[in-house]
């Protein structure tokens, strides 16, 4: 076989490389079907159809490809079709496995933190609250010997009205403080990605001939 190196041979008894046929001779695929090359020129003895998404004359090979068009392989990988039902000759585009992670931020102690300062100065209640209140209350009196008694009643008043007023609260300038001290937060990264790690490939039942 001339297109594998000679180093590859380098262990192989003459009568073992007489024995080798032509790859290109021995009928191991079907017109149309698919070969895996083990170098890089063609045989002289035929033009490799190479997967270049190329036209044809339509026969023979219209057996495999009525279009007279082979696939466009270049820049991707054959893969076995997969027991999921994905149709021969699909294709696949390059993806990671779906996964997902687990992020957390970092801990900051953001320690005793002070409000803004502002004088509020003196402020109004609302004006309201009229109202009375009753001074004094009735006395009896009582005064006399064992042979005389006089009672003296007494009297009572009602202070004066003060109406509906208002009062005045100083309230001033003053602050606040507020502990926030340490905290973190957690972060949840959404999965990502495909039921598998794969490259762009198109899927091929892997098949011997037997016969």
């Not at 009297?155 to 609260?169: E, L, M, R, Y």
């Amino acid at each position: 076989m001339q297109d594998i190196p000679q180093e590859t041979l380098s262990e192989t008894t003459k009568a073992e490389q007489s024995a080798k046929v032509d790859l290109w001779e021995f009928d191991l695929t079907a017109i149309g079907g698919e070969r895996f090359f083990f170098c890089n020129e063609p045989n002289e003895k035929g033009e490799p159809l190479t997967w270049q998404g190329r036209q044809y004359e339509p026969y023979p090979i219209q057996v495999a490809y009525p279009s007279g068009i082979i696939p466009d392989m270049r820049g991707w990988t054959i893969k076995g079709k997969p027991i999921s039902g994905r149709a021969v000759l699909s294709q696949e585009m390059d993806g990671n496995k779906s996964h997902s992670h687990t992020a957390r931020a970092q801990d900051t102690d953001l320690g005793t933190k002070s409000t803004s300062s502002f004088d509020y100065g003196t402020k109004s209640t609302n004006t309201t609250g009229n109202h009375t209140h009753q001074f004094g209350g009735y006395i009896n009196s009582y005064w006399g010997d064992s042979n005389h008694t006089s009672f003296q009643p007494g009297g009572g008043a009602w202070t004066q009205a003060a109406g509906d007023h208002a009062h005045t609260v100083y309230i001033g300038g003053h602050e606040h403080t507020m502990y926030i001290g340490p905290h973190g937060h957690v972060v949840i990264v959404d999965a990502d990605g495909n039921a598998e790690t794969t490259v762009k490939n198109i899927a091929f039942n892997y098949i011997v001939r037997l016969a």
